[in-house]
């Protein structure tokens, strides 16, 4: 009999560990359903070249237009003009967020040298907004948190010219990490994969391939001010020199925000361990 009671005694434990485990489970798949993150994705396909709207909220301004199913910013040959693409706030980015894009830089042989850049954006600028192309956000008084991950092309041999992180807080710039480096040689076309993050703990890092000078910078420390109704873009521009920049398959993802579900999770699997 002792030895009954014994197993039986086991047996209970055993489902008792077991429904709450299956609580847990049940608790973080639902943690999972409902503080998913916040995403955009637009690989410009399907429209005539020169269209200026893909109908997602987006914003092209200056001289971007769709070309051959990408979104083109600037165009070589075409000395002069500013270009921006700007997307509307994607919830929780201010919890953190990665963000790619694929490019190809062109300059034909015969044209001015390339020139002069562009960058990928973050911050409190508006739809219509040109930005300062390689300069990021730094030109538009109204801008005063705004994080930019910029590519300099100009011009070849240049101490501006190469990779690099900034920041914009209350109206002042900062170049956070830089490197130096030609980008894209005369009459030369380089194309490649840009991938930028961000959050409130690791701070900034930036990669891109394809290019003659690549940008590689992980958490790089970060103190402008993030929030949930910033906006991400992209700006380029030429001048008397120039090249065509076209952009692809870009995407944004934010980082799930905890919710009071997810604490419940975490106190179903405690009360399981205090069980055990």
Same mark, same amino acid.
């Given at each position: 009999?002792?030895? $009954? ?12 560990? &077991? #429904? #709450? ?14 503080? %998913?993150?916040?995403? #955009? ?16 909220? %987006? &914003? ?7 070309? !051959? ?5 600037? $165009?070589?040959?075409? =000395? ?9 706030? +994607? ?5 953190? *967020?990665?963000?790619?894009? !694929?490019?190809?830089?062109? !300059?034909? +042989? ?8 562009? %960058? ?31 590519? !300099?092309? *100009? ?10 992180? =900034? ?8 170049? /956070?990490?830089?490197?130096?480096? &030609? ?14 993050? *961000? ?18 910078? @992980?958490?790089? =420390? ?20 120039? &090249?065509?920049? /076209? ?9 799930? @925000? ?7 999770? /975490?106190? %179903?699997?405690?009360?399981? $361990? $205090?069980?055990?």
């Amino acid at each position: 009999m002792l030895f $009954r009671s014994q197993n039986s005694s086991t047996t209970s434990t055993m489902k008792s560990n &077991q #429904y #709450y485990a299956t609580v847990a489970a049940i608790t973080l798949g639902a943690v999972c359903s409902s503080a %998913s993150a916040g995403t #955009y994705f637009q690989n410009f396909d399907g429209f005539t070249n020169g269209d200026t709207d893909v109908g997602d909220g %987006s &914003q092209m301004n200056g001289t971007a237009n769709i070309q !051959d199913g990408q979104l083109e910013l600037t $165009r070589d040959g075409v =000395a002069g003009g500013f270009a921006s693409f700007n997307i509307p706030a +994607v919830a929780g980015s201010s919890l953190g *967020w990665t963000a790619t894009f !694929d490019y190809t830089m062109i !300059d034909s +042989v015969g044209n001015n040298p390339p020139a002069d850049g562009m %960058s990928f954006n973050y911050g409190n600028f508006i739809l219509g907004e040109l930005g300062s192309a390689e300069e990021g956000m730094a030109g538009p008084v109204g801008v005063t948190s705004n994080l930019s991950f910029e590519i !300099d092309t *100009w011009m070849n041999g240049d101490p501006e010219q190469g990779v690099n992180i =900034a920041e914009k807080i209350g109206g002042t710039t900062t170049d /956070l990490i830089f490197t130096n480096g &030609q980008i894209l040689g005369d009459g030369t076309t380089v194309s490649g994969v840009a991938t930028m993050s *961000w959050d409130p703990v690791n701070g900034a890092s930036f990669s891109t391939n394809g290019l003659e000078t690549n940008a590689a910078f @992980e958490n790089v =420390a970060t103190t402008f001010g993030a929030d949930d109704a910033h906006l991400f873009g992209l700006s380029a521009r030429v001048g008397g020199a120039n &090249q065509t920049v /076209l952009i692809d398959n870009l995407s944004i993802t934010t980082v799930p @925000e905890p919710s009071g579900t997810a604490l419940f999770g /975490l106190a %179903s699997l405690l009360l399981l $361990r $205090r069980r055990r």
